[in-house]
């Protein structure tokens, strides 16, 4: 029965850890995606470059 105890609470860490970095990713993305359309409003294309790129490796 404690066997069965510690593996349901790794995998309850687990489906926790996985939320939390969706989270994370989720609300990284929001940000990136707010400095990409200021980046284009400024005509900032080396900035708009780099979170460009941010992001695509954020969305892999």
């Given amino acids: 029965m ?3 105890k510690v593996a ?3 995998m309850l860490s687990l489906a926790a850890e996985m ?4 989270a994370l990713r989720k609300h990284r ?4 995606y ?5 980046a284009l409003a ?3 294309e080396v900035a708009f470059r780099l979170l460009t ?3 695509k ?3 892999h």
């Fill in 34 to 38: 707010s400095e990409i359309d200021s």
């Fill in 8 to 10: 349901y609470e790794a």
């Fill in 19 to 22: 939320v939390w970095d969706e």
């Fill in 53 to 55: 790129d941010e992001l």
């Fill in 2 to 4: 404690d066997q069965m």
């Fill in 42 to 44: 400024k005509g900032d």
């Fill in 29 to 32: 993305s929001e940000q990136i």
């Fill in 57 to 59: 490796t954020l969305e």
